[in-house]
């Protein structure tokens, strides 16, 4: 089964920097799209990044040109590079992997960003 582990969270001031690790487990090769989301308290959750498995990017608006998503494939490992952070960044970060056959949703237990002013 397909399995999604974060980590990398943690409290950081503001214009500091944090990586995002997510884990994949039981995901299929080809076909796919992985993500991050986040969701502050109140707050739908929103897109952050998304990389298929092509290798084609998809950024939101408030984190373009902060924040970059990437991949090891060996590893089935995505990343979130995230710099020059702010306090609206504060969320709790999901990661998501959808298969595209079947549009099936798959999603991490999220891991908390903090930051502080």
């Known amino acids: 089964q397909v399995q999604l582990v974060e980590s990398g969270g943690g409290l950081v001031q503001a214009g500091g920097s944090l990586r995002l690790s997510c884990v994949a487990s039981?995901?299929?090769?080809?076909?796919?799209?992985m993500g991050w989301y986040r969701q502050a308290p109140g707050t739908q959750r929103e897109l952050v990044a998304t990389?298929?498995?092509?290798?084609?990017?998809n950024y939101a608006d408030p984190v373009k040109g902060r924040f970059t998503i990437s991949k090891d494939n060996a590893k089935n490992t995505v990343y979130l590079q995230m710099n020059s952070l702010k306090p609206e960044d504060t969320a709790v970060y999901y990661c998501?992997?959808?298969?595209?056959?079947?549009?099936?949703?798959?999603w991490g237990r999220g891991t908390q960003v903090t930051v502080s002013s």
């Open positions: 998501n992997y959808r298969f595209l056959v079947t549009q099936r949703n798959y």
């Open positions: 039981g995901i299929i090769f080809s076909s796919n799209v």
């Open positions: 990389i298929s498995s092509g290798g084609s990017t």
